[in-house]
T-cell receptor
């Protein structure tokens, strides 16, 4: 079945560091990828929608200059958390949908990245 | 997209069927019902989806009422590994808006 790979699975770094998270679709072409953030004991919150070859669409309240998204190919999207601070510590999850299939086909999720900023 | 209502938590004995309800009384004709689950510290896992007919796959069955205002996800023989938060999401399949909106879901605890 459809597989989405997310890397790294865990990052611990100092405040002020920029962190890049990769999301890859391994066996399908993902024209659209999504980035979510999940704080402890809360549900997933959509941060942005990433479209291959165009600018990402950010949800209200998400700073586009802080969370840089690049979707340069049909199998890779990256999220860069710039100048990360402790309040950015969270569980970041990506998902992807197969652009060659019907619009009702489900999205598939990566295993998430646990980001801890010291 | 229609809003869904799920109980916050449920318990089930190992080996028994787990029946997880979801209300979506404002669902419209072209909206699908999707079920995902999230095991602790992992990304969500797709389970099943349907429009109006009942669906079954290797993981679960999805029963949708005739008026489509509610549905039930059935795990026929729950195991300890099925302990997770289960999310019911209603999504319009048309247009270019593919966003999923996650509610709080149901925490299913399978007990030995």
């Amino acid at each position: 079945g459809a597989v989405v790979s997310q890397h790294p699975s865990r990052v611990i770094c100092k405040s002020g560091t920029s962190v890049k998270i990769e999301c890859r679709s391994l066996d399908f072409q993902a024209t659209t990828m999504f980035w979510y953030r999940q704080f402890p004991k809360q549900s997933l919150m959509l941060m942005a929608t990433s479209n291959e070859g165009s600018k990402a669409t950010y949800e209200q309240g998400v700073e586009k200059d802080k969370f840089l998204i690049n979707h340069a190919s049909l199998t890779l999207s990256t999220l860069t958390v710039t100048s990360a601070h402790p309040e950015d510590s969270s569980f970041y999850i990506c998902s992807a949908r197969d652009g060659t299939r019907n619009s009702n086909q489900p999205q598939h999720f990566g295993d998430g990245t646990r980001l801890s900023i010291l | 997209d229609a809003k869904t209502t799920q109980p916050p938590s449920m318990d089930c004995a190992e080996g028994r069927a787990a029946n997880l309800p979801c209300n979506h009384s404002t669902i419209s004709g072209n909206e699908y019902v999707y079920w995902y689950r999230q095991i602790h510290s992992q990304g969500p896992q797709y389970i099943i989806h349907g429009l109006k007919n009942n669906e079954t796959n290797e993981m679960a069955s999805l029963i949708i009422t005739e008026d489509r205002k509610s549905s039930t996800l059935i795990l026929p023989h729950a195991t300890l590994r099925d302990t997770a938060v289960y999310y019911c999401i209603v999504k319009n399949s048309g247009g270019s808006n593919y966003k999923l909106t996650f509610g709080k879901g149901t925490l299913l605890t399978v007990n030995p």
